[in-house]
């Protein structure tokens, strides 16, 4: 079983919809959690960044922990078509980036 | 300011043969990485150093080495290329922001070997 797992999509949803992605985790250790964003034939992105539970906004994206359950969430309001991209989601028990462990994406994509 | 940028783009290889992929930063971060993507594997750590000088083992080192000589290059050399390391390459850089490291990333080689 791999530590942290993601759905791989592709999903599609039209333009305005509200997207909702998901991690799930196995190591009850991790307590930093990020989203990266990654367009095609690009490198990843820091998008979000949140540590141990909770919640945090950053204008249409709001990331969501819940370490009871090890789960991780990413919700994008008012979906725009320059959100088609793939989601990673990335997860650490340290505070170095050498022991971050990131999910395999999920690729969005928005219809206008 | 170019951020961190990567050599070659893309690039196909013939099995057996010695490739280094190279990275510059210009941001003076102290630690890198080199990760390579796969299809449903997502993002693998291959090597890192935290800061000149220094050389540590990610995930998946087998076949790979790295060498830090001064704070903003990092190659990485396939010794004798293998088609099992077909894959997009990508280096980053970090710094600490808050208690935690920041990542930043390079555009990505494509390397394919046949």
């Known amino acids: 079983q791999k530590e942290v797992e993601q759905d791989p999509g592709p999903l599609s949803v039209p333009e305005g919809a509200i997207v909702s992605l998901n991690c799930t985790y196995s190591n009850s250790a991790f307590q930093y959690f990020m989203w990266y964003r990654q367009y095609s034939r690009k490198g990843p992105e820091l998008l979000m960044y949140?540590?141990?539970?909770g919640n945090k906004e950053d204008g249409r994206f709001t990331a969501q922990v819940d370490k009871s359950s090890k789960y991780i969430s990413l919700f994008i309001r008012d979906s725009q078509p320059s959100d088609s991209a793939t989601y990673l989601c990335a997860m650490s028990a340290h505070s170095s980036a050498s022991k971050i462990i990131f999910g395999s994406g999920t690729r969005l994509s928005i219809r206008p | 300011i170019a951020g961190i940028t990567q050599a070659p783009t893309s690039q196909i290889l013939a099995a057996g043969r010695r490739m280094t992929l190279r990275c510059t930063q210009d941001m003076r971060h102290n630690a890198m990485y080199w990760y390579r993507q796969d299809l449903g594997l997502g993002l693998r750590l291959i090597h890192y150093?935290?800061?000149?000088?220094?050389?540590g083992k990610g995930e998946v080192p087998d076949g790979y080495s790295v060498s830090r000589a001064n704070t903003d290059d990092f190659p990485l050399t396939l010794a004798s290329a293998v088609p099992s390391q077909t894959s997009v390459y990508f280096c980053a850089s970090s710094v600490e922001v808050g208690n935690t490291d920041t990542q930043y990333f390079g555009p990505g080689t494509r390397l394919t070997v046949l």
């Open positions: 150093s935290n800061t000149a000088g220094t050389t």
């Open positions: 949140t540590y141990s539970s």
